[in-house]
Protein backbone atom coordinates (compact mmCIF):
# COMPACT_ATOMS: atom_id res chain seq x y z
CA UNK A 1 0.00 0.00 0.00
CA UNK A 2 1.29 3.52 -0.47
CA UNK A 3 -0.25 6.41 1.57
CA UNK A 4 0.59 9.95 0.69
CA UNK A 5 2.73 11.90 3.15
CA UNK A 6 3.28 15.84 2.61
CA UNK A 7 6.95 16.69 2.54
CA UNK A 8 6.39 20.55 2.90
CA UNK A 9 8.73 22.89 1.99
CA UNK A 10 8.17 25.55 -0.09
CA UNK A 11 7.86 25.77 -4.35
CA UNK A 12 10.43 27.84 -6.52
CA UNK A 13 9.17 31.03 -7.23
CA UNK A 14 9.60 29.88 -10.73
CA UNK A 15 6.90 27.57 -10.40
CA UNK A 16 2.99 28.77 -11.48
CA UNK A 17 0.13 28.28 -8.67
CA UNK A 18 -1.55 25.35 -9.99
CA UNK A 19 -3.27 24.28 -6.76
CA UNK A 20 -6.76 25.95 -5.57
CA UNK A 21 -8.25 25.29 -2.25
CA UNK A 22 -11.91 25.38 -2.54
CA UNK A 23 -14.24 26.75 0.91
CA UNK A 24 -17.55 26.76 -0.26
CA UNK A 25 -20.32 26.63 2.84
CA UNK A 26 -21.09 23.43 1.69
CA UNK A 27 -17.60 21.61 1.39
CA UNK A 28 -13.65 22.84 1.56
CA UNK A 29 -10.69 21.18 -0.23
CA UNK A 30 -7.28 21.69 0.90
CA UNK A 31 -5.37 20.13 -1.88
CA UNK A 32 -1.59 18.82 -1.34
CA UNK A 33 0.32 21.88 -2.70
CA UNK A 34 -0.73 24.03 0.25
CA UNK A 35 0.67 21.45 2.79
CA UNK A 36 3.80 24.43 2.90
CA UNK A 37 6.17 24.82 5.89
CA UNK A 38 4.31 28.03 5.97
CA UNK A 39 0.93 26.90 7.19
CA UNK A 40 2.12 24.64 9.80
CA UNK A 41 1.18 24.67 13.65
CA UNK A 42 3.13 23.83 16.73
CA UNK A 43 1.52 21.62 19.41
CA UNK A 44 1.64 22.28 23.05
CA UNK A 45 3.32 18.94 24.83
CA UNK A 46 4.94 17.64 21.48
CA UNK A 47 8.63 18.33 20.67
CA UNK A 48 10.54 18.38 17.50
CA UNK A 49 6.80 18.70 15.78
CA UNK A 50 4.93 20.29 13.29
CA UNK A 51 1.59 19.91 11.92
CA UNK A 52 -1.19 20.70 9.31
CA UNK A 53 -4.61 21.30 11.07
CA UNK A 54 -6.99 20.14 8.50
CA UNK A 55 -9.90 20.70 10.14
CA UNK A 56 -11.70 21.66 13.89
CA UNK A 57 -14.76 22.91 15.21
CA UNK A 58 -15.54 25.90 13.48
CA UNK A 59 -19.01 27.90 12.87
CA UNK A 60 -20.31 27.25 9.98
CA UNK A 61 -17.75 24.98 9.09
CA UNK A 62 -18.07 21.82 11.33
CA UNK A 63 -18.94 20.57 15.04
CA UNK A 64 -17.97 17.35 15.59
CA UNK A 65 -14.10 16.47 14.93
CA UNK A 66 -10.72 18.30 14.26
CA UNK A 67 -8.22 16.17 11.56
CA UNK A 68 -4.46 17.00 12.10
CA UNK A 69 -1.65 15.47 10.23
CA UNK A 70 1.45 15.41 12.35
CA UNK A 71 5.06 14.88 11.65
CA UNK A 72 7.40 14.23 14.16
CA UNK A 73 11.14 14.64 13.96
CA UNK A 74 13.24 11.32 15.26
CA UNK A 75 13.86 11.53 18.81
CA UNK A 76 10.70 14.23 19.43
CA UNK A 77 7.14 13.07 20.48
CA UNK A 78 4.39 13.77 23.32
CA UNK A 79 3.77 12.21 26.85
CA UNK A 80 0.26 13.51 26.97
CA UNK A 81 -0.58 14.29 23.49
CA UNK A 82 -4.11 14.86 23.83
CA UNK A 83 -4.51 17.53 26.56
CA UNK A 84 -8.43 17.82 26.59
CA UNK A 85 -10.88 15.93 28.74
CA UNK A 86 -13.27 13.42 27.08
CA UNK A 87 -11.84 13.49 23.67
CA UNK A 88 -11.39 10.53 21.58
CA UNK A 89 -9.00 10.04 18.57
CA UNK A 90 -7.75 7.83 15.52
CA UNK A 91 -3.78 7.97 14.45
CA UNK A 92 -3.21 6.07 11.33
CA UNK A 93 0.65 6.42 10.35
CA UNK A 94 1.58 7.28 6.76
CA UNK A 95 5.36 6.71 7.22
CA UNK A 96 8.13 6.08 9.15
CA UNK A 97 7.91 4.23 12.90
CA UNK A 98 5.72 6.05 15.68
CA UNK A 99 5.82 4.49 19.26
CA UNK A 100 2.71 4.41 21.29
CA UNK A 101 2.40 3.39 24.80
CA UNK A 102 -1.15 2.85 25.41
CA UNK A 103 -2.24 2.11 29.14
CA UNK A 104 1.26 0.81 29.66
CA UNK A 105 1.66 -1.53 27.06
CA UNK A 106 4.20 -0.56 23.89
CA UNK A 107 3.67 -1.27 20.63
CA UNK A 108 5.74 0.74 17.41
CA UNK A 109 3.20 1.65 14.15
CA UNK A 110 4.50 1.75 10.76
CA UNK A 111 3.02 2.77 7.62
CA UNK A 112 -0.85 1.30 7.75
CA UNK A 113 -0.93 1.28 11.38
CA UNK A 114 -4.19 2.59 13.28
CA UNK A 115 -4.91 3.09 16.75
CA UNK A 116 -8.05 4.20 18.19
CA UNK A 117 -7.59 5.79 21.65
CA UNK A 118 -10.31 5.79 24.10
CA UNK A 119 -11.26 9.21 25.68
CA UNK A 120 -9.77 8.87 29.09
CA UNK A 121 -7.33 6.78 27.98
CA UNK A 122 -3.29 7.26 29.19
CA UNK A 123 -1.25 7.47 25.60
CA UNK A 124 1.73 8.70 24.58
CA UNK A 125 4.05 9.04 21.92
CA UNK A 126 7.44 8.99 20.10
CA UNK A 127 9.50 9.17 17.15
CA UNK A 128 11.59 6.38 17.74
CA UNK A 129 12.75 5.80 13.90
CA UNK A 130 16.12 7.37 11.95
CA UNK A 131 13.33 9.76 9.76
CA UNK A 132 10.55 11.35 10.22
CA UNK A 133 6.98 9.61 11.12
CA UNK A 134 4.07 10.65 9.81
CA UNK A 135 0.34 10.75 10.56
CA UNK A 136 -3.24 11.74 10.52
CA UNK A 137 -4.91 12.14 14.03
CA UNK A 138 -8.45 12.59 14.35
CA UNK A 139 -10.44 13.49 17.31
CA UNK A 140 -13.69 14.46 18.53
CA UNK A 141 -15.35 14.96 21.92
CA UNK A 142 -17.01 11.42 23.07
CA UNK A 143 -20.92 11.69 23.22
CA UNK A 144 -21.55 9.38 25.82
CA UNK A 145 -24.91 7.50 25.85
CA UNK A 146 -26.51 6.14 29.11
CA UNK A 147 -26.62 2.20 29.39
CA UNK A 148 -23.72 1.74 26.65
CA UNK A 149 -20.07 1.37 27.66
CA UNK A 150 -17.49 3.52 26.15
CA UNK A 151 -15.53 1.51 23.55
CA UNK A 152 -11.88 0.34 24.61
CA UNK A 153 -9.28 1.57 22.75
CA UNK A 154 -7.60 -1.17 20.09
CA UNK A 155 -4.42 -1.10 18.00
CA UNK A 156 -4.38 -2.65 14.23
CA UNK A 157 -3.08 -1.97 10.66
CA UNK A 158 -4.90 -1.29 7.12
CA UNK A 159 -3.15 -4.63 6.06
CA UNK A 160 -4.71 -6.49 8.81
CA UNK A 161 -8.27 -5.68 8.19
CA UNK A 162 -10.28 -7.18 4.91
CA UNK A 163 -12.31 -4.59 3.44
CA UNK A 164 -15.62 -5.47 2.86
CA UNK A 165 -17.26 -4.95 -0.68
CA UNK A 166 -20.16 -3.17 -1.25
CA UNK A 167 -23.08 -5.01 -2.41
CA UNK A 168 -23.42 -5.66 -5.91
CA UNK A 169 -20.56 -3.63 -6.86
CA UNK A 170 -18.08 -6.66 -7.92
CA UNK A 171 -15.46 -5.25 -5.86
CA UNK A 172 -15.36 -2.03 -7.47
CA UNK A 173 -16.14 -0.84 -4.24
CA UNK A 174 -15.12 -1.74 -0.61
CA UNK A 175 -14.56 -0.35 2.85
CA UNK A 176 -11.89 -1.22 5.54
CA UNK A 177 -14.07 -1.04 8.75
CA UNK A 178 -11.75 -0.86 11.62
CA UNK A 179 -14.84 -0.67 13.99
CA UNK A 180 -18.27 -3.18 13.60
CA UNK A 181 -20.98 -0.37 12.12
CA UNK A 182 -23.54 -1.81 14.35
CA UNK A 183 -21.75 -1.20 18.14
CA UNK A 184 -23.10 1.92 18.97
CA UNK A 185 -20.50 2.58 21.75
CA UNK A 186 -18.56 4.00 18.73
CA UNK A 187 -19.69 7.45 17.87
CA UNK A 188 -17.32 7.87 15.05
CA UNK A 189 -15.98 5.70 11.99
CA UNK A 190 -12.82 6.25 10.39
CA UNK A 191 -12.62 3.95 7.46
CA UNK A 192 -10.58 3.56 4.85
CA UNK A 193 -12.68 3.61 1.34
CA UNK A 194 -10.81 1.78 -1.84
CA UNK A 195 -12.18 2.25 -5.38
CA UNK A 196 -11.17 0.40 -8.32
CA UNK A 197 -10.53 1.85 -11.61
CA UNK A 198 -13.58 3.03 -13.12
CA UNK A 199 -15.28 2.42 -9.86
CA UNK A 200 -18.24 4.98 -8.65
CA UNK A 201 -20.32 5.89 -5.58
CA UNK A 202 -22.79 6.02 -7.85
CA UNK A 203 -25.93 8.38 -6.56
CA UNK A 204 -25.60 11.87 -4.73
CA UNK A 205 -25.37 10.31 -1.09
CA UNK A 206 -27.23 13.35 1.43
CA UNK A 207 -26.65 13.00 5.05
CA UNK A 208 -26.55 14.58 8.25
CA UNK A 209 -22.73 12.98 9.11
CA UNK A 210 -19.88 15.25 8.50
CA UNK A 211 -16.10 13.82 6.21
CA UNK A 212 -13.51 14.41 6.57
CA UNK A 213 -12.21 12.49 3.48
CA UNK A 214 -7.84 12.60 2.77
CA UNK A 215 -6.95 10.87 -0.44
CA UNK A 216 -4.44 8.73 0.65
CA UNK A 217 -3.60 6.78 -2.78
CA UNK A 218 -4.72 7.24 -6.47
CA UNK A 219 -7.25 10.24 -7.98
CA UNK A 220 -10.55 10.66 -8.81
CA UNK A 221 -13.38 12.77 -9.48
CA UNK A 222 -15.40 13.94 -6.47
CA UNK A 223 -19.02 15.57 -6.75
CA UNK A 224 -19.63 17.90 -4.06
CA UNK A 225 -22.59 19.75 -3.81
CA UNK A 226 -22.94 20.91 -7.01
CA UNK A 227 -19.37 21.07 -8.39
CA UNK A 228 -17.36 18.31 -9.58
CA UNK A 229 -13.66 18.74 -8.55
CA UNK A 230 -10.73 16.16 -9.55
CA UNK A 231 -8.62 14.87 -6.83
CA UNK A 232 -5.41 13.18 -5.90
CA UNK A 233 -3.56 11.82 -3.17
CA UNK A 234 -2.70 14.33 -0.69
CA UNK A 235 -5.77 16.25 -1.25
CA UNK A 236 -8.21 16.58 1.65
CA UNK A 237 -12.14 17.42 1.58
CA UNK A 238 -13.73 18.45 4.02
CA UNK A 239 -17.41 17.93 4.12
CA UNK A 240 -20.33 19.53 6.23
CA UNK A 241 -23.81 18.04 7.27
CA UNK A 242 -25.77 17.41 3.82
CA UNK A 243 -23.02 18.12 1.62
CA UNK A 244 -24.10 15.93 -1.72
CA UNK A 245 -21.58 13.55 -2.94
CA UNK A 246 -20.54 10.70 -5.25
CA UNK A 247 -17.37 9.98 -7.44
CA UNK A 248 -15.68 8.14 -10.00
CA UNK A 249 -12.23 6.64 -9.48
CA UNK A 250 -9.80 7.44 -12.43
CA UNK A 251 -7.46 5.35 -12.20
CA UNK A 252 -4.50 3.50 -13.06
CA UNK A 253 -4.39 2.17 -9.66
CA UNK A 254 -7.03 2.44 -6.80
CA UNK A 255 -8.19 5.57 -5.38
CA UNK A 256 -8.11 5.43 -1.70
CA UNK A 257 -9.35 7.55 1.17
CA UNK A 258 -9.43 7.97 4.63
CA UNK A 259 -13.01 8.76 5.63
CA UNK A 260 -14.05 10.65 8.86
CA UNK A 261 -17.74 10.10 9.47
CA UNK A 262 -20.10 10.88 12.61
CA UNK A 263 -22.33 8.43 13.80
CA UNK A 264 -25.15 6.76 15.72
CA UNK A 265 -25.69 9.97 17.55
CA UNK A 266 -27.40 12.59 15.15
CA UNK A 267 -30.72 13.40 17.57
CA UNK A 268 -30.11 16.08 20.08
O1 LIG B 1 -20.23 6.07 4.42
C1 LIG B 1 -20.23 7.09 3.76
O2 LIG B 1 -20.83 8.10 4.12
C2 LIG B 1 -19.42 7.10 2.48
N1 LIG B 1 -20.03 6.22 1.51
N2 LIG B 1 -19.23 8.42 1.95
C3 LIG B 1 -18.21 8.71 1.09
O3 LIG B 1 -17.37 7.84 0.77
N3 LIG B 1 -18.14 9.98 0.63
MN1 LIG C 1 -20.74 9.83 2.85
Known amino acids: MNYFT ?3 GLPAQTELLTDRAIVTEAYTVIPKGVLRDIVTSNLPGFTATRSWILARPIAGFATTFS ?3 VEIA ?7 PEQE ?3 EGVVFVTSGELS ?3 EGEPHVLQAGGYAYLAAGTAWSIANAGVGATSFHWIRKAYERVDGIPAPASFVTRDQDVEPREMPGTNGAWATTRFVDPDDLAHDMHVNIVTFQPGGTLPFAETHVMEHGLFVLEGKGVYRLNDDWVEVEAGDFMW ?3 FCPQACYAGGPGPFRYLLYKDVNRQIR
Open 239 to 241: LRA
Open 85 to 87: AGV
Open 6 to 8: PQG
Open 100 to 102: LVL
Open 67 to 69: QLI
Open 74 to 80: PGGGAER
